[in-house]
């Protein structure tokens, strides 16, 4: 019955917008493909970065390069396509990431393509690594949003993904802990190197769905810098 339901939610879009749910018109098939989750509305609604940020105070950095420093903070920047806030961003992660909208992916990979165009960021010499899930919440979800858009970005941006990291402890959500201090002990440790010897002297793009806090992301950085990673820069579909 579940694996019927997920080949059903693989190869349609319901016929209503994900972002105000919405019918969607008769005319959505003219629609590229990956377009047709929203309607021309919503789509117009989304707003698209242009610059990298800071991930611990948010300056926004023109020239893609780390400009601050932050005590007890790795050093990388933090690409966001767009926010969090925004209505129809939100509702596309929801789907994306607990209701089995494996077909948003190339939607959303798209945004960050986007991004990527508007700051001019050279991805040459940059390797992609997703933020992995622990296997029980991999197996229980059957996928990786985080790896599923990194597929897509190692194609179009015709370069290599390389699982570089894998989740060693069993985090609780990060919704769940509140205070930042808690979220910094609920992801501490909680990820180790593998195929180390991909990772050493590389230039890495991280990739994930969402920045909150930045903690399990500060957390990935700390240690592929310690397996000798080099430059390191988040891509993420949206920050909070
Ligand atoms: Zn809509
Ligand atoms: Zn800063």
Redesign the pocket.
Known sequence: MINAKKIILDVLFPPV?L??F?NLEEKIEEKPKEKQC??D??LKLIVINSAFSCPVCRLRLADNKVICRHEGVPRYILGAAANYDNPVINSLIHYFKYENFQNLAPFLSELILEFLGRTGFDTSGFILVPIPLHTSRERQRGYNQSKLLAEILSEKLKINLVDGLKRIKKTNPQVQAKKSGDREKNVKDCFEVINANQIKGKNILLVDDVFTSGATINEAVKVLRSAGARKIAALVIAKA
């Open positions: 917008c972002g105000c919405k929203l309607c509305a919503c």
